[in-house]
């Protein structure tokens, strides 16, 4: 393990005594090395059922992604809670990019690294994307054949966000083209200066009183409960340019043809739950693949509430999910 890496607890929440924590790493099929915090239950012999957790974007393992990995190790899963490549702990370079490809291909790596441990059974292997890590959490259900079940947890379409913007407002060919002669031009002069301009995080507390509802529930998140110093969001932000290839690349493209069995959760009151449901509608339609998927809307709960709100986040029904369907 690199010696680098931080040894003390820095987590947005506290430790349990019924898990063992500790830090892991494993390379993607790009060379990129991927840092993961491990949870195992306690008193525990034999082959355990896993769970690779990411998310949400611009969020690292010390938040969100953790919590769910160590709530869900309590519960008796090995699991571990992984930064994406150019993020966190993780490496690749330059920083705070992101690809379509390339973050498939980091929840692909982590059920790799799971698959070979000693302790895990290479035959009950599933995965929790939260909110942008959700849309990409069903891309990795439509291409690895390895994953028996999958949980999208408030989740996010980034490919079509980036496309179309929140709510689809700007769905049109004028809007995406201006765009991206806005990304184009940002591209030459971070060439010129050598370095990537930041898009900014959240926004400071307290959040302006005009400001959207959900920007002020993000930047409560980010910047209040849940700050850490590594994250993204918390923090200066995404690069400018770090998600323009999301603008055409759509993710969700074979999500009928998914197999395995899928958990999509969202807060009814969420600004995103449209992601949701369109996402479920989609991976239903003209699929032979219904019976073991299901849609699961969460009364008055909104976007950050399946972040860290523990009498929202239905803990319950993910264990009986994934007890269900890791066998």
Known sequence: MNENLVKEWDKTFPKSEK???????FHNRYGITLVADMYIPKDVEGKLPAIAVCGPFGAVKE?????????MAERGFLTIAFD??????????PRY????DINTEDFQAAVDFLSVQENVDSEKIGIIGICGWGGMALNVAALDTRIKATVASTMYDMTRVNANGYFDQGDNEETRYNNKVALNAQKIIDYKNGNYELGGGCFELPVPEDAPFYVKDYSEYYKGRAYHQRSLNSNGGWNKIGCMSFINQPI??????????VLIIHGEKAHSCYFSKDAYKNMVTDSKYTDNKELMLIPNAVHTDLYDNMSVIPFDKMVEFFNKNLK
């Open 19 to 25: 898990v063992n924590h500790s830090k892991v790493t």
């Open 63 to 71: 938040q969100a992604s953790g919590l769910y990995a160590q709530t």
């Open 84 to 93: 994406p490549s150019f993020t966190g702990e993780s490496s690749g370079t």
């Open 97 to 100: 990019m992101a690809s379509p």
């Open 252 to 261: 969700l493209k074979y999500s009928n043809e998914i197999r395995s069995a």
